[in-house]
């Protein structure tokens, strides 16, 4: 079945400082796509980026980057020189392809990201 | 992106009573959905509501406790009935960007508290 691991529950980092939070996934499909997501203490969930299976390419936008490793099944998120505002929880999520031809998306626990002043 | 707004923001409701949470999309989209996020959880997908026709059902969700209505493509609700506090999450709807494996948009969901 599928699965996405957010092993780190919370993370506390002083502001300034880079933090990389971790993505694991299991998946049976030979496409997927991979997601993450910023949800803020207001609530709303903010799509940052989706990524395939075939692209393996490292991406980076502006303070934040993304390492995907199809090898180990990491998809991995780095914020460098973190500020207060990046406090949120963030999730990964990972696609499943049905038999209907449609998809459905698994998200993963979430990391609680604390930046300190 | 679509603007989403969902009604109402929060509520407190009583045990046993219903309540019905609306969804509303500023353009036409095909797929909506519905899900579910326990105090401190992760998401969960309750449902995906297709216009036209009967919702889809994820596993462990019914439509006698969660009817959905999805009359055309830019509206959906979803009605959280008979509840109990296990019921109390933030639902929140979503749409799909584009294709199928697009991103999804989320509204900025609804806050249930059942006492």
């Known amino acids: 079945a599928q699965k996405v691991t957010q092993a780190q529950t919370e993370i506390s980092v002083v502001e300034k400082e880079d933090v990389t939070l971790d993505c694991v996934y299991e998946?049976?499909?030979?496409?997927?796509?991979l997601f993450w997501y910023k949800q803020p203490p207001s609530g709303e969930l903010v799509f940052l980026i989706r990524?395939?299976?075939?692209?393996?390419q490292n991406e980076i936008s502006g303070r934040y980057s993304w390492n995907f490793q199809k090898s180990t099944s990491s998809f991995n998120f780095t914020i460098t020189a973190s500020q207060v505002v990046d406090s949120a929880v963030y999730f990964c999520?990972?696609?499943?392809?049905?038999?209907?031809?449609?998809?459905?998306?698994?998200f993963g626990t979430g990391t609680r990201l604390k930046v300190l002043a | 992106s679509a603007v989403i707004s969902q009604k109402p923001s929060r509520d407190i409701c009583q045990r046993g009573t219903s309540l019905t949470i609306q969804c509303q999309v500023d353009?036409?989209?095909?797929?909506m959905f519905w899900y579910r996020q326990q105090p401190g959880q992760s998401l969960t997908l309750i449902a995906t509501?297709?216009?036209?026709?009967?919702?889809?059902?994820e596993s462990g969700f019914v439509i006698d406790k969660f009817p959905i209505s999805r009359p055309n493509l830019t509206f959906s609700t979803l009605t959280v009935s008979n509840m109990s506090p296990e019921d109390s999450s933030i639902y929140l709807c979503?749409?799909?960007?584009?294709?199928?494996?697009?991103?999804?948009?989320f509204g900025p969901g609804t806050r249930l508290t059942v006492l």
């Open positions: 998946t049976r499909d030979t496409t997927y796509y």
């Open positions: 990524r395939n299976s075939f692209d393996e």
């Open positions: 979503s749409l799909q960007a584009g294709g199928l494996v697009s991103e999804q948009f």
């Open positions: 353009s036409q989209v095909t797929m």
């Open positions: 999520a990972l696609s499943e392809a049905r038999t209907s031809g449609t998809y459905k998306y698994i």
């Open positions: 509501a297709n216009q036209g026709s009967e919702a889809t059902y």
